[in-house]
Structures are given as structure tokens and as C-alpha cells.
């Protein structure tokens, strides 16, 4: 596989307090003839909020409508999203859309604390109410430590979920880092949701973090790009920094991974050319499309790409 890069789409203009910097971890909502892009962007305080832009389905660098403030609330003070919101996937279930999404709050043994929660929409996607004030999936004795980056599909009635999870934090250069990987759960309501303790993606030596995981059934096999990073110095360390991966599956439990055949990387120049990440990947008509963030964990805004099909051809 080769993708094909068609370029920069967005980042936030800084207008208001809610929108200071970054446009990160885009997830996209195929609308009749819109392609609706939900991201996150960071207060002054760094705090993230999520909202969404319209992009045009035949050109998405053409961007038809930019909404002016966030969809959700932060939580109640000591609540799993009292922090920051950020948005993972979206589901459409009969006319309501669900909106799952990552909570931040702050700890002082270690730096943060991520769990899952679930939105749901009533009126297309503008608005949204939580589900509840508490996550959905979140510490439990299986999985001791927090739960990140979802992303779901609804699939003969079944809820699938194949999410981020920690596994571990450690001491490196004196600092608390996060060491995780991508687990499987499935729901049939699409709330209460079935921790299998299934490891989707294992990490590989050398690795401190996968994310974002984003599937789609394809070719007859079930195909996951995803972000990897290093265990050390991945924030300043081009060769350390996060890159795509990829891996496939007959069944979407074992899966094997292919991560030279991702088919993308960072550029020679501009915004993607120090880190790419937080992949999204969705199907229009015939052709499988690619958001991703960029150089500074979204700080330079997401772009996207296409699947090229000429490439088994030239090949």
C-alpha cells in the first residue's frame, strides 16, 4: 500500500480562549455531502475541548464551516473529565450519534489520568450530552492504570472497541512516562462494554506507546493503521517521535503486524515532517481516506491522504 499525501487541511486560529493552539486527533463523521471533521484544541491553560469543522467531501482542504465553540462541558470537579475532553469515534446508532471520547484530570503521583466516555447526539451531530458523569471504561482490577484513544464500530449488533490501555507507568530520565498498548472490548449497547483483556497491539522492544487505533474492513480483511512511539525521548528525538503503523487481521481478535506496509511517513519538509500520528482512516465511494496530525502532537493542525490504487499497478 502507498498513500498519497493531498496536503495541510486545518488548524486553530487561536479566536477564542477555548482555542489557543493544536487541532489534534481528527475523527471524521460522513455526512450527505460534507465531511464533518470533530478535533481537539488546547486552552491557555492547555486544557483540551472538542469541536468541529465541514469540509468538502470531493476537495476536504475546502473547508465549509468552522463551529465557534466547543460541543461538551468539562466535568464536575473530581470527575474522570474535569481536565480536558478530547474527541476518538464516532457511531451512528438509528438517528442518534455516539461520541466516544478521552477524559483528562490531573494526579499527583503521576502527571495525568485518562478514561473513556460516551456523548450522544440527538440533533445530527451538533450537540451532544454525556451519557453519564462517569466513564465507561475506565481502572479496573484487570487494567490498573487509564484508558485512552478509542475507536469503535457497530457490527451485527455488536459494539466493538479497540482502545489504547496503559499498562504501565515508568521512571525514565527521572520523569513519570506512560507505557501502553491497543486492547479489544465489545458492548451490545455500545455502554456497557466487555473488557476482554485481549491485547490487540502488543508492543514491540523499544516501544513506550500505541494509539489511536482505526479500523476498517477491507479487501476481505480487517486493517488497522495506528500512532507508535518510542519509550524514550519521543518528544524531541525525530527518529523517537511517533509514526503510522499498520496491521492486519481475519476477524479483528488476532491481528499481525505489517508496519512497513503502513505506507506513510513523515515528509522531507512543513508539518508532518518531524512526527505524523493519530490516524483516522474512512472509506468515500471507493477510496479509503487518511486524517492525521502532524509535527508537535497536532500543534501544526491535521492534513490528510488517499489511498493510492494505482500502487500494486507500478509495483
Known amino acids: 500500500m502507498k498513500w498519497l499525501k493531498k496536503g495541510w487541511i486545518f488548524n486553530t486560529d487561536g479566536a477564542y480562549e477555548w482555542n489557543k493552539s493544536h487541532a489534534q486527533v481528527p475523527v471524521a463523521d460522513i455526512l450527505d455531502n460534507e465531511i464533518r471533521i470533530y478535533y481537539s484544541?488546547?486552552?491557555?491553560?492547555?486544557k483540551?475541548?472538542?469541536?468541529?469543522?465541514?469540509?468538502?467531501?470531493?476537495?476536504?482542504?475546502?473547508i465549509i464551516y468552522k463551529h465557534s465553540k466547543p460541543i461538551l462541558e468539562f466535568g464536575k470537579i473530581g470527575t474522570f473529565d474535569d481536565s480536558g475532553v478530547m474527541p476518538s469515534s464516532i457511531v451512528n446508532v438509528g438517528s442518534k450519534k455516539y461520541l466516544y471520547y478521552i477524559g483528562w484530570t490531573t494526579k499527583v503521583t503521576v502527571p495525568?489520568?485518562?478514561?473513556?466516555?460516551?456523548a450522544i447526539s440527538e440533533d445530527g451531530g451538533i450537540t451532544f450530552n454525556k451519557f453519564s458523569e462517569g466513564p465507561i471504561i475506565t481502572v479496573n482490577y484487570l487494567e490498573p492504570y487509564f484508558s485512552?484513544?478509542?475507536?469503535v464500530i457497530l457490527e451485527r449488533n455488536i459494539f466493538k472497541m479497540w482502545y489504547l490501555s496503559c499498562v504501565n507507568w515508568e521512571v525514565i530520565d527521572g520523569k513519570p512516562e506512560p507505557i501502553y498498548n491497543i486492547k479489544y472490548a465489545e458492548s451490545i449497547n455500545g455502554f456497557d462494554w466487555h473488557?476482554?483483556?485481549?491485547?490487540?497491539?502488543?508492543l514491540q522492544e523499544g516501544e513506550g506507546g500505541l494509539v489511536s487505533a482505526s479500523v476498517i474492513f477491507h479487501d476481505e480483511v480487517y486493517k488497522m493503521w495506528f500512532g507508535k512511539r518510542s519509550k524514550?525521548?519521543?518528544?524531541?528525538?525525530?527518529?523517537?517521535?511517533y509514526r503510522i503503523g499498520y496491521a492486519e487481521s481475519k476477524d479483528g481478535f488476532k491481528w499481525v503486524r505489517k508496519d512497513k506496509n503502513s505506507g506513510i511517513t513523515i515528509s522531507?519538509?512543513?508539518?508532518d515532517s518531524e512526527m505524523i500520528s493519530y490516524p483516522f482512516v474512512f472509506k468515500i465511494n471507493n477510496d479509503l481516506i487518511m486524517l492525521y496530525n502532524g509535527n508537535?502532537?497536532?500543534?501544526?493542525g491535521f492534513g490528510y491522504a488517499i489511498l493510492r490504487k494505482d500502487y500494486k499497478k507500478e509495483k
Open 232 to 241: 524514550k525521548d519521543y518528544r524531541n528525538n525525530l527518529n523517537n517521535s
Open 112 to 118: 495525568f489520568h485518562n478514561a473513556i466516555g460516551l
Open 296 to 300: 508537535g502532537f497536532g500543534k501544526t
Open 148 to 151: 485512552g484513544t478509542s475507536f
Open 268 to 271: 522531507k519538509e512543513g508539518w
Open 48 to 62: 483540551s475541548n472538542i469541536s468541529f469543522i465541514e469540509v468538502d467531501k470531493k476537495d476536504p482542504k475546502k
Open 41 to 46: 484544541s488546547r486552552d491557555s491553560l492547555g
Open 195 to 202: 473488557q476482554t483483556g485481549n491485547v490487540a497491539i502488543e
